[in-house]
């Protein structure tokens, strides 16, 4: 069973660029066919979809966050992580580490969460000063 868990700072200040980690157990991120990806969830709003990070290193945003966010990746910690660049208090939500067993593209502009069969608990970032 693969299990995912967020980790970073709760707190983040305008402009400052917003990082965080999701650990993965019970499989490796390297497994053919699976992806890797963040979400988030406003307050009051539904999920959002950010980007995702292949198994083979390929990446793929959501296009109004593509100029801004980054995924990466640790295979020798069996980590993926992500950096948002230039915050503000619109970024504030719950963000999740989720991956699906299968190709997912945010090029279609089509967000859907059920889509992903793991997820992490979530963890909240409050961007403010």
């Known amino acids: 069973q693969v299990q995912l868990q967020e980790s970073g700072p709760g707190l983040v200040k305008p402009s400052q660029t917003l990082s965080l980690t999701c650990t993965v157990s019970?499989?490796?991120?390297?497994?053919?066919?699976?992806?890797w990806s963040w979400i988030r969830q406003p307050p009051g709003k539904g999920r959002e979809g950010m980007g995702a990070?292949?198994?083979?290193?390929?990446?793929n945003y959501s296009e109004s966050l593509k100029s801004r966010a980054s995924i990466s990746r640790d295979t020798s910690k069996n980590q993926f992580s992500l950096q948002l660049h230039s915050v503000t208090p619109e970024d504030t939500a719950m963000y999740y580490c989720?991956?699906?067993?299968?190709?997912?593209?945010?090029?279609?502009?089509?967000?859907?969460?059920?889509?992903?069969?793991?997820w992490g608990q979530g963890i909240q970032v409050t961007v403010s000063s």
């Open positions: 989720a991956s699906v067993a299968a190709p997912y593209s945010y090029s279609s502009g089509i967000f859907s969460s059920d889509a992903f069969d793991y």
């Open positions: 990070r292949a198994y083979d290193g390929d990446t």
């Open positions: 019970g499989g490796s991120i390297t497994n053919s066919h699976f992806y």
